[in-house]
């Protein structure tokens, strides 16, 4: 009986000893999990680097722990800076997920932290504690141009800012009042900026050109300032160096790749630069989005005169009711780890600069055209009081460069079905995009013109154009280059403001096969010799003939200008759906105008045309 007593209190021991293991080996036991929305930028891949995602699996591995023992799980997802601040809005407020996918955060890291500011302001208190958020890296924004565009200007030797580029654009010789510029740059400067509605780096801009303008700190802006006509001029001056305003990262570097005559000016932090450089960016090519090469040409980072700006990629522990002290505990293990040496090196790799006290080092260096120390002139926009910021936010449809944009709609008969429907789909999503100081028109076309509403303000026709949308049928053949010369005359020849963009937004999935105009009748075109062409009628198996009499393959022939008669230069944008478009007229017609060009797939097609409609 005693040996049996004995063999019991043995195998209870062991099963004890093997649990206790068990639980210290981080294989089993309660998990307290952490999630963790971040932005794209500390979610980089290639050359190696080991950032958030890769870093989570590390710190699991290693199996931290509370200090009740529950071992410590991360799970990162990717929001973008913007959704990270809806969403969170809408989950404390009402209680409903914007994306249903993505679990409740415990800590939510935007790449700025003034993205917050709306968030406190609006849930009626602090939802994120901006005195306890941690870095956990930085880059600086500024303004990336051409080596030898900045040296043009005279720089290292002189301090470059807003007011430079301003200067710049309002003199009407342009590029040519310098000698050292060059004829492929093209005498008009241009500047690529990213809306700040959607873009970190757009609105962090936007809330400093205002500080700048009335000669204040962020922090110190009151709505009068916002409100000061002076200051208004001086951000309006800034918009109108915008040709049509970028939708994101992508696009932006799409302008770099496609040479100097597309882009002089690019406001960016360091840490786009930096993969620009190393050919680990993306960008579009073809209207696809790839992998892009190294930048063949050098480019510096100017940090403006006037002021820099940070990206802090602060980690807000959110205060919600499904974030639990042992939670927010837990969050604190993961950013302590993340604050460690080791990655903040492994962030500096990735091209940031410390969240800590570490000293920045390459690739912060002049080797990618970065200055390592901090600029003498700092604003952070998240100090900005939520009030103004709010003031701001509402400015922007006053600010901004108006638009006035005629949406061109392929209603053949291989546009039926499912295409037509996300289409439809498209359009109204758009109309509800745009900001309301634009003007728009519409017109869809198979064989001739269908439904053409005029152009007029937005909210007068944002109602017409739905319907007319909802009464689109499928019919017929492509008379594409009817209807993209109707649509310039229209957009041409629209009352508006003498510095609006004006541009042309078309849809179309097939080949012009029908109709009067040609190619060539609408832009100029250059072979890649830099000879002429002569005629090009762009229809389906057409061929380019230059002036000396010579075929030119479509792949080697690029647009030059816009041929069509107008008083306004016309940017037309081009989407072309599925593999029976014609990209390479769509890039030829974005190219001779300065616009985007951009192939979707059926399933993307609503929110392709959505995001065409932020271009202005």
């Known amino acids: 009986m005693k040996k049996l007593t004995v063999v019991i209190l043995l195998m209870l021991f062991v099963a004890i000893l093997g649990g206790i293991l068990f639980r210290l080996s981080g294989l089993g036991g309660e998990r307290i999990v952490v999630v963790h929305w971040t932005n794209g930028h500390l979610l980089r891949t290639g050359s190696g680097l080991r950032l ?58 935007p790449s700025a932290a003034h993205w917050m500011i709306p968030v ?77 509605t959607t873009s970190s780096t757009g609105r962090s801009v936007l809330f400093t050109l205002y500080a700048i303008s009335a000669g204040k700190r962020p922090e110190q802006l009151t709505v009068d300032d916002v409100r000061d006509p002076e200051v208004v001029d001086y951000v309006k001056q800034f918009q109108g160096l915008v040709d049509h305003y970028m939708i994101g990262t992508i696009p932006l570097n799409t302008k770099i790749y496609q040479g100097p005559r597309f882009g002089h000016f690019f406001l960016m932090p360091e840490d786009n ?64 780890y993340l604050q460690r040496e080791e990655q903040q090196r492994g962030f500096m790799a990735a091209g940031f600069r410390p969240g800590t006290d570490l000293p920045p080092s390459d690739p912060i260096s002049g080797r990618y055209g ?57 359009m109204i999503r758009a109309l509800d995009a745009m900001a309301e100081n634009n003007q728009i028109g519409f017109l869809s076309f198979s064989s001739d013109i269908g439904i053409q509403i005029p152009i007029g303000p937005l909210t007068a026709n944002r109602f017409r154009i739905a319907d007319a949308v909802e ?33 042309v937004v078309v849809l179309t999935d097939g080949r012009a096969n029908e109709g009067q105009t040609d190619l060539d009748d609408l832009i100029q075109m250059m072979s890649r010799d830099e000879i002429a062409i002569k005629s090009f009628t762009g229809f389906q198996d057409a061929r380019a003939l230059d002036v000396n009499g010579m075929y030119v393959s479509i792949d080697q022939v690029t647009g030059h200008s816009l041929a069509a008669e ?49 271009y202005f």
């Open 120 to 196: 406190n302001y609006a849930a009626g208190y602090n939802v994120v504690d901006p005195g306890t958020a941690r870095s956990i890296a930085r880059a600086m924004i500024g303004i990336v141009t051409y080596r030898d565009m900045a040296e043009c200007l005279g720089w290292p030797d002189k301090e470059l800012g807003y007011a430079d580029i301003i200067a710049l654009r309002n003199d009407p010789q342009g590029w040519a009042r310098y000698a050292c510029a060059k004829a492929e740059w093209g005498q008009k400067p241009l500047v690529a900026y990213t809306d700040p």
């Open 52 to 109: 958030l995602d890769q870093m989570s699996a590390d710190f699991n591995n290693a199996a931290y722990r509370t200090e009740s023992g529950k071992r410590i799980e991360v799970q990162v997802h990717y929001n973008g800076s913007s959704g990270q601040a809806q969403d969170l809005l809408s989950r404390v407020s009402t209680g409903a997920r914007l994306d249903r996918d993505l679990p409740d955060p415990t800590i939510v890291t």
């Open 370 to 426: 970065l200055d390592p120390r901090v600029p003498e002139v700092m604003f952070n926009p998240a100090q900005i009081d939520p009030v103004v910021a709010a003031a701001i936010d509402e400015s922007w449809d006053e600010v901004k460069r108006p638009g006035i944009v005629t949406f061109v709609v392929d209603t053949s008969s291989s546009m039926s079905g499912y295409k037509l429907q996300q289409a439809k789909d498209g």
């Open 566 to 614: 107008a008083r306004h230069p016309v940017q037309i944008f081009f989407i072309g759906i599925g593999a029976g478009a014609d990209m390479h007229v769509g890039r030829l017609l974005a190219e001779a105008t300065g616009a985007e060009f951009q192939g979707a797939a059926e399933d993307d097609l609503a929110k392709v045309l959505e995001e065409f409609s932020k």
């Open 471 to 503: 009464n689109m049928r499928a019919q017929s053949n492509t008379a594409l280059y009817d209807a993209i010369r109707a649509a310039i005359e229209m957009t041409d020849a629209a009352p508006g403001e003498p510095d609006a963009i004006r541009g």
């Open 273 to 336: 630069l930096i993969h620009l450089y190393e050919g680990t960016e993306r960008a579009f090519f073809g209207g696809k989005k790839e992998q892009a090469p190294p930048i063949s040409q050098p480019m510096v980072m100017i940090y403006p005169k006037e002021g820099s700006m940070a990206r802090n990629n602060c980690a807000y522990i959110v205060q919600a009711p499904w974030v639990t002290d042992e939670h927010t505990e837990a969050a604190e293990v993961w950013v302590d």
